[in-house]
């Protein structure tokens, strides 16, 4: 079975930085793009970022360029998003999701607040 | 970007009935469309990805109908259990949207 499990959320306040991680078993992780979607309170999923397979292909929503930063070590089978300059607005459950949208992680919640 | 509309926004029905959600893509995305349940606390779980292609232990009262621009879920004989949020998903591009939702709720 195919696992994505995240962790690193919790209470930051605004300008603060988190570091989320995601641990995927189950399936050839260092063959598939992943992507850390997000979801505010009462709201529908937004995508964040995206990663290739190997690495070499990053994509970024417009609202987190130039503060977040994906990244993914596939000897650990692990996927990064180190978040910087957090504002009230990035409050949200982030999932960690496999390109085909087939399997996602059961979310880690960020909460930006003073 | 590849907008998603979704309509409507909610819905009431009674077990037993048949509902139909609809979503409209900004551009043509051929049949690179997936539809999600979401409940509350939990991540969305894909129910139908190419349009139309029902995955593996997902009731058969769920199907999904559309290409280009212009798709549907049907939920046949609604239960229960299906009173969720649905969400429709592009994955033509890279940079997937998803539509804003729709709530099925009890009559």
């Known amino acids: 079975d195919v696992y994505l499990v995240e962790s690193g959320g919790g209470l930051v306040q605004p300008g603060g930085s988190l570091r989320l991680s995601c641990a995927a078993s189950?399936?050839?992780?260092?063959?598939?793009?992943m992507n850390w979607i997000r979801q505010a309170p009462g709201k529908g999923p937004e995508w964040v970022a995206y990663?290739?397979?190997?690495?070499?292909?990053?994509f970024y929503a417009d609202s987190v360029k130039g503060r977040f930063t994906i990244s993914r070590d596939n000897a650990k089978n692990l996927m990064h998003l180190q978040m910087n300059s957090l504002r009230d607005g990035d409050t949200a459950t982030y999932y960690c999701?496999?390109?085909?949208?087939?399997?996602w992680g059961q979310g880690t919640l960020v909460t930006v607040s003073s | 970007d590849i907008q998603m509309t979704q309509s409507p926004s909610s819905l009431s029905a009674s077990v037993g009935d048949r509902v139909t959600i609809t979503c409209r893509a900004s551009?043509?995305?051929?049949?690179?469309l997936n539809w999600y349940q979401q409940k509350p606390g939990k991540a969305p779980k894909v129910l139908i990805s190419?349009?139309?292609t029902l995955q593996s232990g997902v009731p058969s009262r769920f199907s999904g109908s559309g290409s280009g621009t212009d798709f549907t879920l049907t939920i046949s004989n609604v239960q229960p259990e299906d009173f969720a949020t649905y969400y429709c998903?592009?994955?033509?591009?890279?940079?997937?949207?998803f539509g804003q939702g729709t709530r099925l709720d009890i009559k």
């Open positions: 189950g399936f050839r992780f260092s063959e598939y793009s």
């Open positions: 551009q043509s995305i051929s049949n690179y």
């Open positions: 990663i290739s397979s190997r690495g070499e292909t990053i």
């Open positions: 190419g349009a139309s």
């Open positions: 999701a496999h390109s085909s949208g087939y399997h």
């Open positions: 998903q592009q994955s033509y591009r890279t940079l997937i949207t």
